[in-house]
């Protein structure tokens, strides 16, 4: 779920003083809401994205336009969902643009650093795992990963927005400039498509765990 | 006994179903389903163990020493900075127009001469609500123009996956800037229905500028839908004529008891 931007953190002013300061031309202040909000804005971005590289760009350029705009932002809304939204806008068009390219290209789906990004073994949370449960938990990241870089922008963006921030419909609708009924199809689409491509993981019932992720 | 479609069982999940005590009795009799469900439940068991790597304490300060040197100067006062915005050299010739049309109005009150009497204030300020309603009709009209052309296109026939509005993107960012100094002279000039209409329009602009440069046809649908669900393109016609013939109407009979923004605002 998202944080709550209103607090006063390590900066000692609130986001709303933070905002109006920045806007009277005192541009430390602007510092305080780029520190605080930072890793929120990359963590959003990098599971859009699915690597760090791309992941840190996002969130400097969402800041960098939100600075350019921040008068239209508004005194009463919460910096970090403005943020949030801005980054997530830039993320889908990225995607998008990375999709296009590589469909020119017609180049391989993983790079070199999306294979090594994630550290597998972080993932399994027994503290002595089996090593057969340790390679299905090492090939369902793989997939998952795959399964995730499948999808398109659009769905990416709805199941990451959806699921993992806990964004409502209309939220999600507003970033990809859709509908709320259109949206709902997005993410339901996206489950599908994460599901059937970890077929082989996700067992039946009373195993409907996906195997690798038991504690 | 007939199952519940994966659909449902998402939507179930969600929290979304209307018939969430039918589908709950199913599933406390039905095995199959149940396993359903628990298949769909474990996708995102899988996504919650994707990890993000952590970025690290010192993170925000890493961020904020790559942006602190690409940040825009801004003067240090506010309203300095809506200068600087206005003079930017793409906004230059947009804004320009609206700034030289409200200096006329200003100066044109005051260049008629000093006050003598209450008919010369009266004068004075009957020139300058003519120029800033010539002013303001005329963005609206380029608003409107724009409107029209977002509302009017049929992407979808182009066959196009991606849609480019990156100019219609630059001529709303232009026309927010105008807008805001509008509606704020409304605003000040009491004439409360033109500042509401104005409102209105910039959050439609605002919409259009802040859309991806490129959209699908679907997103393009959603931005027209979003248009016409507003009305705002009936609002700013209308308005438009009330300005147009206002505007008329000045230069026939100069003389009247009460300002029309007052006849408008009652209306």
Redesign the interface.
């Known amino acids: 779920m998202r944080e709550s931007s209103e607090r006063v953190g390590a900066g000692g002013i609130s986001d709303a003083a933070a905002v109006e300061r920045t ?5 430390d202040a ?2 305080v809401l ?6 929120y804005v ?2 959003v971005a ?2 859009m994205t699915g690597n ?1 590289h791309d992941a ?1 760009e996002i ?2 350029e969402a ?2 336009r939100a ?3 921040l ?2 932002f508004a005194g009463n809304a919460n910096f970090g969902t403005w943020v949030y939204r801005i980054a997530a ?1 830039y993320a ?2 990225r995607l ?1 643009q990375k999709k ?1 390219e590589e469909s020119r290209r017609e180049a391989p789906t993983r790079s070199a650093e999306s294979e090594t ?3 597998p073994l ?2 399994v949370k027994d503290s002595a795992p089996s090593p057969e449960r340790l390679a299905t ?1 090492v090939e ?2 793989k997939k ?2 795959e399964a ?1 870089d499948a999808l398109s922008p ?1 769905e990416r963006t709805a ?1 990451v927005m959806r ?2 921030d806990g964004c409502g419909i209309e939220e999600i609708a507003a970033v ?4 709320t009924s ?1 949206t ?1 199809n997005t ?2 689409r996206a ?2 498509k ?2 059937q491509a ?1 077929k082989p ?5 009373g195993t ?3 195997v ?2 038991e504690s | 006994m007939k199952h519940i479609t994966e659909e449902e069982l998402f939507r179930y999940r969600e929290g979304e179903m209307k018939a969430r005590d039918a589908i709950a009795a199913h599933l406390k009799e039905c095995g199959e389903c149940r396993v359903e469900l628990d298949r769909i439940e474990a996708v995102f068991q899988a996504l919650d163990a994707m990890p993000v790597p952590d970025p690290g304490e010192e993170y925000g300060r890493k961020v904020w020493r790559q942006i602190a040197e690409r940040l825009p100067e801004r003067f240090h006062e506010k309203w300095a900075s809506w200068w600087e915005a206005w003079f930017a050299p793409r906004r230059l010739i947009a804004v320009g127009t609206a700034a030289a049309l409200l200096a006329i109005a200003f100066f044109a009150g005051r260049i008629s001469g000093p006050k003598k009497s209450n008919d010369d204030v009266l004068d004075a300020g009957k020139v300058r609500e003519r120029v800033l309603v010539v002013a303001v009709g005329a963005h609206l009209g380029k608003s409107e123009m724009i409107l029209m052309e977002l509302s009017n296109a049929q992407p979808a026939e182009s066959g196009k996956k991606l849609i480019n509005i990156s100019t219609e993107q630059k001529r709303a960012e232009d026309l927010v800037e105008e807008n805001r100094l509008y509606r704020q002279t409304a605003l000040n000039g009491g004439d409360n229905a033109v500042a509401s209409t104005l409102n209105e329009l910039e959050r439609v602009l605002l919409d259009v500028a802040n859309s991806p440069a490129e959209v699908t046809p679907a997103q393009f649908e959603s931005i027209q839908k979003r248009i016409a669900a507003q009305g705002i393109l009936l609002k700013v016609r209308v308005v438009r004529q009330e300005l147009r013939a206002e505007s008329e109407g000045r230069k026939s009979e100069p003389a009247q008891n009460d300002s029309t923004a007052k006849v408008r605002n009652k209306a």
């Not at chain 1, 806007?23 to 541009?27: I, K, Q, S």
């Open positions: 806007l009277a031309g005192e541009r602007y510092r780029v520190e605080r909000h930072s890793t990359y963590r990098y599971r760090s840190e969130v400097q800041f960098l600075y350019q705009k008068q239209q806008n889908i068009d998008r296009n990004e994630i550290d972080s993932q938990s369902l990241a998952m990963k995730l659009a199941i699921h993992w990809l400039k859709s509908n259109a709902k993410v339901f489950v599908q994460l599901r970890l993981f996700v067992q039946g019932r409907a765990k996906a690798g992720t």
